[in-house]
C-alpha cells in the first residue's frame, strides 16, 4: 500500500466515521421523536376514551396541557435533529473540501479533468443529501417497532394488520428498487458524462465558433442526451409506477385498519377511541414506506457520489509534506529522473540527471515532443515522478509543502490563463496583495506601463472567458505573476511565444536580474534569441540529454548536421 493510498484512506475513514457518530446520535433522537409522535394519537383515545365519557373539562384540560408540552419537546427534538444532519454535513464537508480539491487538481494535471469537475459537485450533492429528509428516512423506520407495540397493546389485530401491511410495503419497496436501480445508474452516468463533455469542449467555444463546429457537436451531443433521457425516463416511469401502486395500497390499508378496528369496536373487543387512535398510529407507521422508494434512490445517488470522491481521493490524493520548508538557496539536483504518464507504456522522461547551481539561466531546448514541458511540470512539482526525483538544497520538490514551496517558486506555463480575478490579485497570486511587489513584479515584467494605460489600471477584472487582454499582454501578466515576490527558482516554459522583440527584451532582463539575484532560472523556449542570456544550455531529445554543459561549449558542440534537428538550440548558436 503506497503513502499516498494510506493518507487518502485515513481521510475517507474520518469521513466515514464522523458520518456514522452523526447517524448514531440522530438515530437516538429518532427514538424519542417517535416515542413523541404518540403523542396525538393518545390524546386523541384518551379524549374519546375518558373525557366524552366522563365529560370532564379538568381531564381534558390536563390531557391537552400533557399532549401540547408532548409536541412542543417533538418539535425541539425534531430541530436538533436537524442541526445534527447540517452539522455532520459541515464537518464531512469541510473536512473533505482542501483534499477533495487538491486531489481534483491533481487529476485535472493528470489529464482527469472532467472526473475532477463531477467530483466537486458530487461534494456539493453530499451536502444537499446530508440535510435532506431522505437520510432521516431509516432513522424514522428503524424506531417502527414501537408504533407495532402499541398496536398490539390496543389489538394483537390491528398488530397483524400493520406488519402484514408494513410487509407488502417493503416487497413493493424492493421490487420497485429490483425495476429502477441499474437503469437509474446508468441514467445517471450518461447524464454526467454528457454534462462533462460539453462543459469540456465549451472551453473551446473561439474554435468552435470561428470553424462552425456547433451543428457536429450539438449532433453529437444530442444523441448522447436522448440516450441519458430515454434511459432516464424508463427509469422514472417505472418507479412512478410501482409509486403510484404503493400509494394506493397504503391508503386502501388505513381503510382497512379503519374497518377492522369498526368492527372490533361492534365486537366489543375494542373501545372507539383505541380505533381512532390505531388508525393514526398505523397512518405514521406505513408513511415512510410511501416514499421507500424515492429515498433507496437517494440513498444509491449519495452513495455513488461518496464512492466517486473516494475513488479520485485514493487515486489521486497527493502525498506532501505538511510543514513549510524554508526556502532554497542550494542546487537544483535532478537524480535519475523517468516519468511514465499515466495510461501509458513509454516514458516521456527516461532516466536524466543533471545538476544547476544557483545563479544560473539554464535554457532547455529540443525539438517538439522531447519532454521539455514535462521536465518542467515535474520541476515545479505539478507531475508526479515515476521513479527517481528532483531537489532543491536536498528538498524534494514534489513532496515539498505547496504552501511555502509556491513563495520561492515562479511558474510560467507554457498555456497560459490567468484565474478569474483582477491583474492585480493574479499577480499576487490570489492572495492579499502586497502593492509594492505587485507593481516590482509588473516592472520586471515590462508590464506595469501597459496595466497603466487599462481604463481600470491593476483593478481591471481577467480571467478565462474576459477579452480584455491580448495573447501577450496575458503572457506578460503571468510572467508578472511568475516573477512575483522575487522567487529562488523561476521555471518558464515558451515565456516568449507571444512577445514583441519589446516584451522578449523585458522579459530577458528580468531573468539576468533575478539570475544575479542568486535565483535558479529555467527556461524553455522555441525562438532562439532568449538563449543568448542563458548560462548552461540542456538538449533533450526524446526524453533523454543529449547535451548539457556551458551555453558556448553546447552551442560549440553542435554540428551543422545536427542543427536542423534542434532548431532552437541551433538558433542559439
Ligand atoms: N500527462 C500526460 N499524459 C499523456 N502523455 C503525456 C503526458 N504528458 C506528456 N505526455 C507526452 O509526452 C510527450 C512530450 O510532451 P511535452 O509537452 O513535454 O513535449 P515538449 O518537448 O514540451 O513539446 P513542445 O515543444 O511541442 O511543447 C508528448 O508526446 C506528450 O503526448
Known amino acids: 500500500m503506497t503513502s499516498r493510498q494510506s493518507d487518502a484512506r485515513t481521510l475517507i475513514k474520518a469521513g466515514r466515521r464522523t458520518f456514522v457518530a452523526g447517524l448514531a446520535y440522530a438515530a437516538a433522537l429518532s427514538g424519542f421523536i417517535t416515542l413523541l409522535q404518540l403523542t396525538v394519537p393518545i390524546f386523541m383515545l384518551q379524549v374519546h376514551d375518558r373525557v366524552i365519557n366522563s365529560r370532564s373539562y379538568d381531564t381534558l384540560a390536563m390531557l391537552a396541557l400533557l399532549a401540547g408540552f408532548g409536541l412542543i419537546l417533538y418539535g425541539i427534538l ?135 463546429m456547433l451543428p457536429n457537436l450539438a449532433r453529437r451531443w444530442r444523441t448522447s442526451q436522448v440516450h441519458a433521457a430515454d434511459l432516464s425516463n424508463m ?72 464512492q466517486r470522491v473516494r475513488e479520485l481521493l485514493e487515486t489521486y490524493h497527493a502525498h506532501r509534506d505538511t510543514f513549510p520548508t524554508p526556502p532554497s538557496e542550494g542546487p537544483l539536483e535532478v537524480d535519475n529522473l523517468i516519468f511514465i504518464a499515466q495510461g501509458r507504456d513509454l516514458a516521456v522522461i527516461k532516466n536524466i540527471s543533471f545538476r544547476v547551481e544557483p545563479g544560473t539561466i ?15 511540470r515535474l520541476m515545479v512539482g505539478a507531475a508526479k515522478p515515476t521513479s527517481g526525483g528532483i531537489y532543491l538544497d536536498g528538498h524534494n520538490v514534489y513532496l515539498w509543502e505547496r504552501g511555502s514551496f509556491g513563495e520561492m517558486v515562479g511558474y510560467l506555463p507554457q ?87 519589446e516584451g522578449e527584451a523585458a522579459l530577458m532582463r528580468a531573468m539576468r536580474a533575478m539570475r544575479d539575484d542568486g535565483a535558479i532560472v529555467v527556461v524553455i523556449a522555441h525562438r532562439p534569441a532568449i538563449m543568448e542570456c542563458a548560462d548552461k544550455l540542456l538538449v533533450l531529445q526524446d526524453g533523454r540529454i543529449s547535451q548539457f554543459g556551458d551555453r558556448t561549449s553546447v552551442v560549440a558542440t553542435l554540428t551543422p548536421s545536427r542543427k536542423p534537428k534542434l532548431s532552437t538550440a541551433g538558433g542559439a548558436a
Open 415 to 501: 498555456s497560459v490563463s490567468l484565474l478569474d480575478g483582477t491583474i492585480r490579485e493574479n499577480i499576487a497570486r490570489m492572495g492579499e496583495p502586497d502593492p509594492r511587489a505587485v507593481i516590482e513584479a509588473a516592472r520586471m515584467a515590462g508590464v506595469h506601463e501597459m496595466i497603466g494605460r487599462l481604463p481600470l489600471g491593476y483593478d481591471t477584472p481577467v480571467g478565462d472567458g474576459r477579452f480584455t487582454l491580448s495573447g501577450g499582454q496575458k503572457q506578460r501578466i503571468a510572467l508578472a505573476r511568475a516573477l512575483y515576490g522575487r522567487p529562488r527558482f523561476l521555471v518558464l516554459d515558451e515565456p516568449n511565444a507571444n512577445l514583441d522583440a
Open 78 to 212: 425534531e430541530y436538533i435533529r436537524a442541526l445534527t444532519f447540517q452539522a455532520m454535513a459541515g464537518t464531512l464537508v469541510r473536512r473533505l473540501n482542501l483534499p477533495t480539491l487538491e486531489a481534483a487538481l491533481t487529476a485535472s494535471v493528470e489529464g482527469g479533468a472532467v472526473k475532477a469537475t463531477q467530483v466537486l459537485r458530487d461534494l456539493s450533492d453530499l451536502r444537499g443529501f446530508l440535510t435532506s429528509s431522505a437520510v432521516m428516512a431509516p432513522l424514522e423506520g428503524m424506531w417502527c417497532p414501537i408504533f407495532l407495540a402499541v398496536l398490539f397493546a390496543l389489538h394483537p389485530y390491528y398488530g397483524l394488520l400493520a406488519v402484514v401491511s408494513a410487509g407488502i410495503l417493503v416487497a413493493l419497496g424492493l421490487l420497485s428498487d429490483m425495476f429502477t436501480r441499474r437503469l437509474t445508474k446508468e441514467a445517471n452516468q450518461a447524464h454526467i458524462e454528457n454534462i462533462s463533455r460539453i462543459s469540456a469542449n465549451l472551453r473551446y467555444s473561439e474554435a468552435i465558433e470561428a470553424m462552425g
Open 235 to 306: 427509469a422514472n416511469g417505472r418507479g412512478r409506477g410501482m409509486h403510484a401502486v404503493t400509494r394506493v395500497l397504503r391508503l386502501t390499508m388505513q381503510i382497512g385498519a379503519l374497518s377492522l378496528g369498526a368492527s372490533l369496536v361492534i365486537e366489543g373487543d375494542a373501545s372507539p377511541g383505541s380505533m381512532i387512535g390505531a388508525t393514526i398510529i398505523m397512518s405514521r407507521l406505513l408513511a415512510p414506506f410511501d416514499s421507500l422508494t424515492d429515498n433507496w434512490r437517494s440513498w444509491i445517488a449519495a452513495s455513488s457520489a461518496w
Open 362 to 376: 539554464l535554457g532547455v531546448v529540443g525539438p517538439s515532443a522531447a519532454g521539455k514541458s514535462t521536465l518542467a
